[in-house]
């Protein structure tokens, strides 16, 4: 692996630790990048579900997803992560990612916030099977994105080791607050 960007960093550890053919949720759906790499997991006999917020974001997604002829293995949900509790049980996916911020290209005054994405993790623990894991692409900076990350820090701190393992990544020799890669994964 040559790509450090932080979403391709993600995509290889998801990869390694979660089997090919299952159930994955796309949190942040933004540009579709992270929908289509886990509609390629899903392959023919899995399935993805991808929220976002913003129309534009479902349009981009379903145009990647048709391209590559993976629009049958996804069902893209114009509504926040927060609720992603209202379209999944319990303890059903295999993996979720969430990539906090804006949409790239995007207004930054669209952006997830705190609240809802601590929100959104917290129900997403409760859907992750056991053996399951959950990316965070967490951005700092701008309006919201100091308090966004420290406040999903000092909730993922606060999970019981023996139900969660939470590995918390850092480039640490990049300026300008670089993005943080965190990975969880459900004992």
Known sequence: MRNFQITHW??????????????????TMGKGKDTEFLCELAGDSGHVLAFDIQQEAVRMTESLLKQRGFAERAELILDGHENMGLYVKEESADAICFNFGYLPGGSHKIATSADTSLAAV???????????????????????????KEKL???????????????????????????????????
Do not use: W
């Open 10 to 27: 993600c995509h290889e550890v998801i990869r390694s630790q979660v089997p090919g053919g299952g159930f994955y949720i796309d949190a």
């Open 122 to 148: 917290t129900q997403g623990l409760r859907i992750l099977k056991h053996g399951g894991m959950m990316s965070l692409c967490i951005y700092s900076g701008g309006d919201t994105g100091f308090e966004e």
């Open 153 to 187: 820090l000092a909730y993922l701190k606060t999970l019981p080791p023996k139900e969660y393992t939470v590995i918390v990544n850092q480039y640490y020799n990049r300026e300008n607050n670089p993005p943080m890669p965190v990975f969880i994964f459900k004992n």
